[in-house]
């Protein structure tokens, strides 16, 4: 199998993911759109992954290449039916691609926290063998608000109602990470977007209780993103 997978910052990249799909030999290409890098054609790849990143899906006169991002997603998930994953910007990506609502939020959502499982979510192929709580990293200041037409909602929390859905049988958003790595909060803390909502949620000296936090979650983090890896190799299998 090869993945092809869409970053926004080089920083935000699939995480631990990445020792998942090189212990099953999977190759994936890694386009990084903020560096100017075109995206391919789709063909040959069995899988498209759109990762996190400090700018908004609204933002196209700032980052043209949101413009054919969008594209990309609707030829893979529309036309292609090709097995998708977004996370964070990604799931805000599918879903305005697909003629949802994105939103700026009025406080941005920051921290360690749970995200519940609908009952759609709780029988989903994708979030099998999940808790109905997931405990999660939250890092985002506007939230999808309005689901594409067809579109099922999987899990929600009480500052973002949607922070999972899925389209069709393959093609998924998630608002919320569980992709970390040790290094992840205190290399996205160093990202002025990212440093100004954190300040904003956890205040000045919020950094170093959040990446404290985040270290005790990381049994947590990476147990729940193996199941979610696993769920979705099966999927890209059954397609």
């Given at each position: 199998m090869r993945f092809l997978v869409l970053q926004h910052i080089d920083i935000e990249h699939p995480g631990v993911f990445r020792d998942f799909m090189r212990a099953d030999g999977i190759a994936w290409d890694a386009v990084e759109l903020d560096e100017g890098e075109a995206i391919p054609p789709l063909d040959g790849y069995d899988a498209l992954i759109s990762m996190g990143g400090p700018m908004d899906v609204f933002e196209e006169d700032a980052y043209p290449w949101l413009a054919?991002?969008?594209?990309?997603?609707?030829?893979?998930?529309?036309?292609?039916?090709?097995?998708?994953?977004?996370?964070?910007?990604?799931?805000?990506?599918?879903?305005?691609?697909?003629?949802?609502?994105?939103?700026?939020?009025?406080?941005?959502e920051v921290g360690v926290m749970e995200v519940s499982l609908t009952e759609a979510g709780r029988a989903d192929a994708l979030l099998a063998g999940l808790d109905a709580r997931?405990?999660?990293?939250?890092?985002?200041?506007?939230?999808?608000?309005?689901?594409?037409?067809?579109?099922?909602?999987?899990?929600?929390?009480?500052?973002?109602?949607?922070?999972?859905?899925?389209?069709?049988?393959?093609?998924?958003?998630l608002q919320y990470h569980v992709e970390l790595t040790p290094t992840t909060v205190a290399e996205w803390g160093a990202v002025p977007a990212y440093q100004e909502s954190l300040e904003r949620a956890l205040g000045p000296?919020?950094?170093?209780?959040?990446?404290?936090?985040?270290?005790?979650?990381?049994?947590?983090?990476?147990?729940?993103?193996?199941?979610?890896?696993?769920?979705?190799?099966?999927?890209?299998?059954?397609?």
């Open positions: 054919d991002e969008k594209v990309a997603i609707r030829e893979a998930v529309a036309e292609r039916h090709m097995p998708f994953l977004g996370v964070c910007l990604g799931h805000q990506l599918l879903a305005d691609a697909l003629g949802g609502r994105v939103e700026t939020m009025a406080e941005p997931v405990t999660c990293l939250q890092w985002h200041g506007c939230a999808v608000t309005e689901l594409p037409d067809g579109a099922v909602g999987l899990a929600s929390s009480p500052l973002c109602a949607i922070q999972a859905f899925r389209v069709g049988r393959h093609a998924y958003g000296d919020g950094l170093g209780p959040f990446e404290a936090a985040a270290a005790r979650q990381m049994p947590a983090f990476n147990r729940d993103a193996r199941i979610l890896y696993d769920n979705f190799i099966a999927l890209v299998r059954d397609r």
